[in-house]
């Protein structure tokens, strides 16, 4: 339904019959809301438009679609931070008993359709069918081969708390991420922990460490994983500082299937002044090798510019096509990582590489055609088709993580696949 719609009947009761797909939940802990969408035929939810359609006048008709097929439902109260919260499915108490993830449905719900803090909204009192269709797995999928490599982004993993003040950073004058006290940085880390322990990677790029003099998230990861697995389960590529950010990527591996060969190498603004340090994080590359077969592979780890802040500084600003702030930035990136790449910094005599980590770019946006002109292979993409996600925002999925192969690599993919676990 359009805004126009929804006035005629705002503050009448309403009953919406249809699957409905729970999309987005950013709210729900806070407010108590939660967004469903009705997709297009043929979709289980909404996909980012340039995770489906090419940027511009395609994606802006079907973000302009999306507006008129998603509704939120409210929780009937005004208090914040609820307690107990309310499953937006069934109307009892939300607990781990009871819970939701996105993808799931809720069919033939009814309530007052109410226009509250600038949105139309429904706020139950009748709660409907809910059908809980995207349960939590337990393990990622078998992706076969014998050596796996994995990214995942640890979301801001600082050792230095958040209530530290101004500590962080290469120049230890940046603002902390991370975990505002002890207790939280100890549930974030178990929950890494068991992630990692799950993942079982022999190569693993980690992306949103802390970026601080004499704080190596890293080695406290590692510690800690061989604390669970054994002694020398894990050894970490020890980078130090990494650009200006408060934030770097790092790597870790399991030294008795991997040996790495030779030194790590970094792209940054100094070895390409198009790779924009104060905008993208530098790129960590480093050369693997299995020594059962000899076998070599370079693994690039990267965070490029994120969406959320602009770029109008150095003249990239959001056209409106769907990509976002810094699109011009981010392609840049991605042409300067290729050249790169080309270059064999890090000396491996050898032409497979694989790209991987946080992109801030959905599939069909310029920088992923940049790669793909360079000769890279989309494996997300290649696995999972046309529809497959690691990430949503405002109410729509997509992929912003990557693992993408270079010509000489591809061939020895024998799978890939996203662990939808968050």
Request: net charge negative; glycine share 12%.
């Given at each position: 339904l359009d805004p126009a719609e929804l006035e005629a009947v705002e503050g009448m009761l309403v009953s919406l019959p249809q699957d409905l797909v729970i999309s987005e939940y950013f709210n729900f802990d806070r407010f108590g809301e939660v967004v469903v969408s009705l997709p297009p035929e043929g979709w289980d939810r909404l996909y980012t438009p340039t995770a489906v359609v090419e940027p511009g006048q395609d994606a802006i008709d079907l973000a302009a679609d999306y507006a008129t097929r998603r509704i939120t439902i409210d929780d009937a109260r005004s208090a914040q931070n609820p307690d107990p919260a309310i499953h937006p499915g069934n109307g009892r108490d939300f607990t781990l008993d009871n819970r939701f993830r996105g993808g799931d449905t809720i069919a033939g719900i009814a309530g007052v359709i109410d226009d509250s803090f600038g949105l139309y909204r429904l706020q139950p009192t009748t709660y409907g069918t809910y059908g809980a269709v995207n349960p939590r797995p337990e393990a990622p999928e078998t992706v076969g081969g014998n050596v796996r490599v994995a990214t995942l982004n640890l979301l801001n993993y600082f050792l230095t708390l958040d209530d530290s003040g101004a500590l962080c950073g290469p120049d230890q004058n940046l603002e902390c991420r991370g975990a505002d006290d002890a207790e939280e940085l100890e549930r974030q880390r178990a929950k890494l922990l068991d992630a990692l322990a799950r993942i079982d990677g022999d190569v693993v790029g980690l992306v949103e460490m802390e970026n601080t003099?004499?704080?190596?998230?890293?080695?406290?990861?590692?510690?800690?994983?061989?604390?669970?697995?054994?002694?020398?389960?894990?050894?970490?590529?020890?980078?130090?500082?990494?650009?200006?950010?408060?934030?770097?990527?790092?790597?870790?591996?399991?030294?008795?299937?991997?040996?790495?060969?030779?030194?790590?190498?970094?792209?940054?603004?100094?070895?390409?002044?198009?790779?924009?340090?104060?905008?993208?994080?530098?790129?960590?590359?480093?050369?693997?090798?299995?020594?059962?077969?000899?076998?070599?592979?370079?693994?690039?780890?990267?965070?490029?510019?994120?969406?959320?802040?602009?770029?109008?500084?150095?003249?990239?600003?959001?056209?409106?096509?769907?990509?976002?702030?810094?699109?011009?930035?981010?392609?840049?990136?991605?042409?300067?990582?290729?050249?790169?790449?080309?270059?064999?910094?890090?000396?491996?005599?050898?032409?497979?590489?694989?790209?991987?980590?946080?992109?801030?770019?959905?599939?069909?946006?310029?920088?992923?055609?940049?790669?793909?002109?360079?000769?890279?292979?989309?494996l997300v993409g290649a696995f999972g088709g046309e529809l497959a996600y690691s990430y949503v925002f405002d109410g729509q999925f997509g992929y912003l993580d990557y693992a993408m192969a270079s010509s000489d690599l591809v061939s020895a993919v024998t799978g890939t696949t996203v662990w939808h676990i968050n």
């Open positions: 003099p004499g704080v190596e998230p890293a080695a406290d990861l590692v510690d800690r994983l061989n604390d669970l697995l054994g002694a020398g389960a894990y050894a970490f590529i020890d980078t130090g500082i990494i650009g200006t950010d408060a934030i770097r990527v790092g790597l870790i591996y399991k030294p008795a299937l991997v040996r790495p060969i030779g030194d790590f190498a970094i792209l940054d603004s100094s070895v390409d002044p198009d790779f924009l340090v104060d905008k993208n994080r530098p790129v960590l590359a480093q050369t693997f090798e299995d020594p059962a077969s000899g076998e070599r592979f370079t693994v690039a780890v990267n965070h490029l510019k994120s969406k959320g802040s602009p770029c109008d500084d150095v003249g990239d600003p959001d056209l409106g096509d769907g990509q976002g702030n810094c699109n011009l930035t981010r392609t840049a990136a991605a042409e300067a990582l290729v050249d790169w790449l080309d270059s064999d910094p890090t000396g491996s005599g050898d032409g497979r590489y694989l790209i991987i980590g946080d992109l801030n770019s959905y599939d069909k946006e310029d920088p992923i055609d940049a790669l793909l002109a360079g000769g890279y292979t989309d």
